[in-house]
């Protein structure tokens, strides 16, 4: 009995969240149209209807194999929309997951718990649960709901402005010609309202929506390319206030100040956010999740990084511009590193001042001045890099005493021309090297471009 009272609770909770929020309480089921409704109705009054009928039946009923049969169903079914919006857009719903697991407690409740004869109480219950089948059953016929005054368009991709368009795919009728060319356009709408083409022949566009669990990685990816090599920039299946939330979301990824336009939806051929939408030829392509893109825009991928202290006396000068030196410096495939190569004689002429060096004396090993000085740092932190990034090391030399910006075994001592450190580029992608410092820091990084 306290089962079906359960099922009741869930039912009257679908009602709720309906209301709160028409297609999905977190806004990523509207990605999925097979996850938005069914039938035109929203599958949260399919869920409140599918409770409140398990509801009677338990209450109603003895214990008997097709109510639990039937409440199995129903717990698999959930699992299985979950399931699905998971492999399309790799989010699940936070509050589809939890009815979900509710459901299957429930009927594993059922066939567990001894059954026992419905009593009066069961009986008297059972009068509004089925007045609850019937509240659900209403709403699910006349479906009210309510729509935004204004909604931008949807994309729809057409052969030219004023040509017959088909949304999410081509049009059927001949291309108007445009200086020799098919033009294609994506017919979206500017943050003001005004209606507007983007040309996909000229570049891609990135459909992204501003409640998107995975949409910062992607963003954060289009902020490390060129601004000449970034996609149009498309917020799409929007909630209410997304419009002044998409320049702070932006920003918060690299973005700031980036032109971006507005779609309801994508077309039709992409199923989940982010997506990368191009033309290819004659044909609408496209690919979706930030690593797709990000592989497809062959945006860099870091592999490995350092940060260490950088003192601001002399040898902080020196580790600058050793820094300075090794920045941007391009690795092939197989091909050797060489700091001392790359950085070369650390002299006054080449703007390297006197720092300090750790050499063995005949008191033991001491830092005592030295042109130079300090580079040791910016081969200790290139080398705890190559250590992330899981490449070879070709030759590394040890401090004759510790010190304290790495570890035992973790620092790269150098001396022209002798002690040098090597690693070898052995991934199959192109490597660069990005090293700065500033604010007392020392940062190398180790990038693979793709």
Not at 303 to 311: D, V, Y
Request: glycine letters at 10%; one cysteine or more; proline letters at 7%.
């Amino acid at each position: 009995m306290l089962v079906g009272y359960v099922y009741l609770l869930l039912s009257l909770a679908a009602i709720i969240a309906w209301q709160l929020e028409p297609s999905c309480a977190s806004g990523a089921c509207s990605a999925v149209a097979q996850l938005e409704s069914f039938l035109g109705r929203p599958w949260w009054l399919w869920g409140a209807l599918f409770y409140a009928v398990a509801g009677v039946l338990c209450l109603g009923l003895p214990k008997n194999r097709l109510t639990g049969i039937f409440l199995a169903a129903g717990a698999v079914f959930h699992a299985g929309l979950v399931g699905y919006g998971y492999a399309v857009t790799r989010h699940v719903c936070p509050f589809c997951w939890k009815f979900a697991v509710m459901g299957t407690l429930l009927v594993t409740s059922y066939w567990v718990l001894p059954g026992k004869k419905p009593g009066r109480t069961a009986y008297i219950s059972a009068g509004p649960a089925r007045a609850l089948v019937v509240i659900t059953l209403v709403l699910l016929v006349i479906n009210p709901g309510t729509k935004p005054a204004v909604a931008p368009p949807a994309a729809t991709v057409a052969m030219a402005a004023g040509a017959e368009s088909q949304s999410g795919s081509f049009v059927t009728g001949g291309p108007k010609a445009i200086e020799g060319k098919a033009h294609y356009q994506l017919r979206v709408s500017t943050p003001g309202g005004a209606e507007t083409y983007l040309d996909l022949r000229e570049k891609p566009a990135l459909f992204f929506a501003v409640w998107c669990p995975h949409c910062p990685e992607a963003l954060k990816d289009l902020a490390m390319l060129s601004p000449e090599k970034r996609p149009y920039l498309v917020v799409t299946y929007p909630r209410d206030g997304d419009e002044e939330k998409a320049e702070r979301k932006l920003a918060e990824n690299g973005l700031a100040g980036e032109l971006y336009y507005l779609a309801e939806k994508p077309p039709e051929s992409v199923q989940g956010v982010p997506a990368l939408v191009w033309m290819e030829g004659s044909e609408l392509r496209h690919v979706e999740g930030a690593g797709a893109i990000a592989k497809k825009l062959r945006v860099p991928k870091l592999l490995g990084s350092a940060e260490i202290s950088n003192p601001p006396d002399g040898g902080g000068k020196n580790v600058a511009l050793a820094a300075a030196l090794i920045n941007g410096k391009i690795i092939q495939p197989g091909e050797v590193f060489s700091f001392n190569r790359t950085v070369g004689p650390r002299t006054v002429s080449r703007g390297f001042v006197e720092g300090r060096s750790i050499v063995e004396t005949v008191y033991g090993p001491k830092a005592v001045p030295d042109v130079g000085g300090g580079v040791c740092r910016t081969a200790t932190a290139l080398h705890l890099a190559v250590l992330k990034a899981g490449l070879q090391v070709v030759e590394r030399h040890d401090h004759s005493m510790p010190v304290n910006y790495a570890g035992l075994g973790k620092d790269a001592a150098v001396a022209w021309p002798y002690w040098d450190f090597k690693f070898k580029n052995t991934s199959r992608k192109t490597l660069a090297i990005k090293a700065r410092s500033d604010h007392g820091k020392l940062r190398v990084e180790l990038w693979a471009l793709r």
